[in-house]
């Protein structure tokens, strides 16, 4: 082959590339564009403008300022998963799954769960994730799948037979939180959100997490992962809570490593219905040296099939 005749291939097969990526970006671009939901909509059934949490994933978060809730000792600020969360994911023909839990006291827990049946959204699980705490609450987790303002519209429902503030901003209140977050980062192996006065992390399973009912993948914000969350205490202590979620042969090598690390195993249960592989969720607490902590929950997250990073 002459030298001619090679440049012409290598221009060919040089033009043919970036045809395709450009090919690739637009069709990218166009599914954002042609989401089959209108998520504008949604938000105002909801009563909420939506955010998007990445993944294909726009959800709302209504926290429990209402409530002064305290554990073990410790007064805890809303961040520390005190609220109703709700995120939906476009599943298309203008139909969406949506994830997502309540925080409930005792008195609003069944009028609630008459209302989400009342519009076809599912409970998936009903538990606590404290130890001590006061006032006496449930965690209540849903489910629906089907037309989102729908679901939004009953969720708004359900959620104004409690004292949850529904008309309150979530927008983030610029704090210093009194921890060293870059070292909590480096030691769990992503970056933290600081969310309602706690620092939170939410770590993705490494493989891939579907919801066959709806044929769907779940992201951490959707269950497909674990929670960690950090509140200050002082001197460079925080209580510590959230989940971990775990298949059935890592349950027991995770409470082995939290218990080593001085970390107590809270109640073990599930949170979804149709996920696979099928994942269990065991809830935590501690109040220590921030950092020794974090080295804990890590520990224990390398027991687990997780997405991080190595220790920095």
Not at 42 to 48: E, F
């Amino acid at each position: 082959m002459n030298r001619q005749s090679l440049l012409l291939r290598l221009l060919a097969g040089a033009v043919v590339i970036i045809v395709l990526v450009g090919v690739g970006v637009w069709v990218g671009a166009r599914q954002q564009q042609n989401s089959s939901v209108d998520w504008d909509a949604v938000g105002q059934a909801l009563g909420k403008d939506l955010e998007n949490k990445g993944e294909g994933v726009q959800g709302a978060e209504f926290r429990r300022s209402d409530l002064t809730v305290t554990s073990e000792g410790v007064t805890l600020d809303p961040g520390m998963e005190l609220g109703a969360e709700a995120n939906f994911k476009d599943t298309g023909d203008g139909k969406a799954l949506m994830i997502g839990e309540a925080t409930v006291t005792e008195d609003e827990l069944e009028p609630v769960i008459d209302k989400l049946q009342q519009g076809s959204i599912e409970e998936t699980a009903l538990h606590k994730h404290l130890l001590d705490e006061s006032p006496r609450l449930w965690w209540l987790h849903y489910r629906g799948y089907g037309d989102p303002v729908q679901i939004a519209q009953t969720l708004r429902s359900a959620l104004e037979s409690t004292g949850t503030p529904l008309s309150e901003s979530s927008e983030e209140e610029s704090k210093n939180l009194d921890l060293d977050t870059n070292q909590l980062d480096q030691i769990i192996g992503q970056k933290g959100e600081t969310e309602g006065g706690a620092y939170q992390f939410h770590v993705p399973r490494a493989e891939t997490v579907i919801d066959t009912a709806a044929g769907t993948t779940l992201s951490a914000e959707m269950e497909g992962g674990s929670m960690l969350m950090f509140q200050p205490t002082g001197g460079g202590k925080a209580a510590i809570n959230g989940d971990f979620a775990m298949t059935e042969n890592e349950i027991n090598p995770v409470i082995q490593t939290l218990r080593e690390n001085g970390i107590e195993a809270l109640p073990l249960h599930e949170h979804l219905l149709y996920e696979e592989p099928t994942l269990y969720y065991m809830h935590f607490w501690a109040n220590d040296d921030a950092l020794k902590l974090a080295r804990g929950l890590r520990a224990a997250l390398d027991k687990t099939n997780s997405a991080t990073e190595s220790e920095g």
